[in-house]
Protein backbone atom coordinates (compact mmCIF):
# COMPACT_ATOMS: atom_id res chain seq x y z
CA UNK A 1 0.00 0.00 0.00
CA UNK A 2 1.65 3.40 -0.83
CA UNK A 3 2.31 6.07 1.79
CA UNK A 4 -0.26 8.04 0.12
CA UNK A 5 -2.74 5.32 0.40
CA UNK A 6 -2.56 4.92 4.24
CA UNK A 7 -2.70 8.89 4.74
CA UNK A 8 -6.27 8.49 3.28
CA UNK A 9 -6.97 5.49 5.16
CA UNK A 10 -6.00 7.47 8.32
CA UNK A 11 -8.50 10.28 7.31
CA UNK A 12 -5.45 12.58 6.64
CA UNK A 13 -4.71 15.12 3.77
CA UNK A 14 -1.40 17.47 4.15
CA UNK A 15 -1.76 20.65 4.04
CA UNK A 16 0.41 23.37 1.85
CA UNK A 17 4.12 22.98 3.67
CA UNK A 18 5.14 26.00 5.35
CA UNK A 19 7.39 28.84 4.63
CA UNK A 20 10.32 29.32 6.92
CA UNK A 21 9.79 31.97 9.55
CA UNK A 22 13.76 33.15 9.80
CA UNK A 23 16.91 32.79 7.90
CA UNK A 24 16.69 28.64 6.75
CA UNK A 25 15.17 26.34 4.83
CA UNK A 26 12.47 23.72 5.50
CA UNK A 27 13.91 20.82 4.20
CA UNK A 28 17.78 19.96 3.39
CA UNK A 29 19.39 16.99 1.44
CA UNK A 30 22.94 15.49 1.40
CA UNK A 31 23.27 12.67 -0.42
CA UNK A 32 20.38 10.08 0.84
CA UNK A 33 19.89 12.11 4.11
CA UNK A 34 16.61 14.61 4.12
CA UNK A 35 16.85 16.88 7.44
CA UNK A 36 13.41 18.95 8.27
CA UNK A 37 13.74 21.89 10.02
CA UNK A 38 12.02 22.44 13.20
CA UNK A 39 7.71 22.69 12.89
CA UNK A 40 6.13 23.96 15.39
CA UNK A 41 2.60 23.35 16.50
CA UNK A 42 -0.02 24.93 14.76
CA UNK A 43 -3.69 23.86 14.51
CA UNK A 44 -6.11 25.64 11.63
CA UNK A 45 -3.12 27.74 11.09
CA UNK A 46 -2.55 29.08 14.43
CA UNK A 47 0.25 28.02 16.66
CA UNK A 48 -0.89 26.34 19.60
CA UNK A 49 0.53 28.03 22.22
CA UNK A 50 0.74 26.57 26.00
CA UNK A 51 3.16 25.49 28.09
CA UNK A 52 2.64 21.56 29.41
CA UNK A 53 2.04 20.98 32.64
CA UNK A 54 0.54 24.38 33.29
CA UNK A 55 -2.07 25.37 30.53
CA UNK A 56 -2.00 22.03 28.34
CA UNK A 57 -2.33 18.64 29.54
CA UNK A 58 -0.15 15.27 27.89
CA UNK A 59 -2.86 14.52 25.87
CA UNK A 60 -3.67 17.81 24.17
CA UNK A 61 1.12 17.95 23.61
CA UNK A 62 0.32 14.16 22.04
CA UNK A 63 -2.51 16.00 19.47
CA UNK A 64 -0.22 18.45 18.93
CA UNK A 65 3.01 16.46 18.49
CA UNK A 66 0.75 14.64 15.81
CA UNK A 67 -0.42 18.21 14.27
CA UNK A 68 3.42 18.57 13.64
CA UNK A 69 4.14 14.91 12.18
CA UNK A 70 1.62 15.90 8.89
CA UNK A 71 3.11 19.19 8.59
CA UNK A 72 6.47 17.48 8.86
CA UNK A 73 5.12 14.70 6.22
CA UNK A 74 3.62 17.93 3.82
CA UNK A 75 7.60 19.21 3.94
CA UNK A 76 8.75 16.11 3.38
CA UNK A 77 6.24 15.48 0.10
CA UNK A 78 7.04 19.15 -0.96
CA UNK A 79 10.79 18.30 -0.83
CA UNK A 80 11.04 14.90 -2.36
CA UNK A 81 7.38 15.55 -4.76
CA UNK A 82 6.62 11.72 -3.69
CA UNK A 83 6.52 10.20 0.25
CA UNK A 84 6.97 6.81 -1.57
CA UNK A 85 10.84 7.95 -2.08
CA UNK A 86 10.88 7.46 1.89
CA UNK A 87 13.37 4.29 2.70
CA UNK A 88 13.23 5.45 6.42
CA UNK A 89 12.08 7.54 9.10
CA UNK A 90 15.83 7.77 10.85
CA UNK A 91 15.54 10.31 13.99
CA UNK A 92 12.90 12.77 15.03
CA UNK A 93 13.64 15.33 18.27
CA UNK A 94 11.04 17.08 19.82
CA UNK A 95 11.23 19.86 22.29
CA UNK A 96 8.28 20.34 24.51
CA UNK A 97 7.60 23.98 25.76
CA UNK A 98 7.02 22.55 29.71
CA UNK A 99 7.42 23.82 33.04
CA UNK A 100 10.05 22.01 35.40
CA UNK A 101 7.83 19.73 37.24
CA UNK A 102 6.35 18.34 34.02
CA UNK A 103 8.31 14.67 32.72
CA UNK A 104 6.21 13.71 30.32
CA UNK A 105 7.79 14.93 27.36
CA UNK A 106 8.44 11.47 25.91
CA UNK A 107 4.60 10.68 26.10
CA UNK A 108 3.69 14.01 24.20
CA UNK A 109 6.24 12.86 21.46
CA UNK A 110 4.41 9.85 21.10
CA UNK A 111 1.63 11.53 19.32
CA UNK A 112 4.62 12.41 15.90
CA UNK A 113 5.90 8.90 16.26
CA UNK A 114 2.99 6.91 16.35
CA UNK A 115 1.53 8.38 13.05
CA UNK A 116 4.78 8.59 11.77
CA UNK A 117 4.77 4.43 12.66
CA UNK A 118 1.41 3.96 11.25
CA UNK A 119 2.23 5.93 7.93
CA UNK A 120 5.58 3.79 6.72
CA UNK A 121 5.08 0.19 9.24
CA UNK A 122 8.55 -0.58 10.57
CA UNK A 123 10.38 2.20 7.81
CA UNK A 124 8.49 4.71 10.80
CA UNK A 125 10.43 3.44 13.50
CA UNK A 126 13.29 5.71 14.81
CA UNK A 127 15.29 7.06 17.03
CA UNK A 128 14.50 9.63 19.24
CA UNK A 129 15.13 12.37 21.48
CA UNK A 130 12.50 14.51 23.70
CA UNK A 131 13.20 17.31 25.68
CA UNK A 132 11.72 19.81 28.08
CA UNK A 133 12.36 23.40 27.14
CA UNK A 134 11.46 26.99 28.79
CA UNK A 135 10.33 27.89 25.30
CA UNK A 136 9.76 27.75 21.97
CA UNK A 137 9.35 30.00 18.85
CA UNK A 138 5.92 32.14 18.78
CA UNK A 139 5.05 30.53 22.67
CA UNK A 140 4.67 27.08 20.44
CA UNK A 141 3.85 23.73 22.79
CA UNK A 142 5.70 21.75 20.79
CA UNK A 143 8.22 22.31 18.01
CA UNK A 144 9.93 18.93 15.85
CA UNK A 145 12.62 18.18 13.40
CA UNK A 146 13.36 15.16 11.59
CA UNK A 147 15.88 12.91 9.80
CA UNK A 148 14.77 10.86 6.88
CA UNK A 149 16.20 8.06 4.47
CA UNK A 150 15.67 8.30 0.59
CA UNK A 151 15.81 6.73 -2.50
Not at 78 to 102: Q, W
Request: net charge negative; glycine share 10%.
Amino acid sequence: MSVYDKLAALGIELPSAGAPAAAYVMAAQTGNLVFLSGHIAKKDGKVVVGQLGAELGTEQGKEAARGVAIDLLATLHAHLGDLNRVRRIVKVMSLVNSTPAFTEQHLVTNGCSELLAEVFGESGRHARSAFGVAQIPLGACVEIELIAEVA
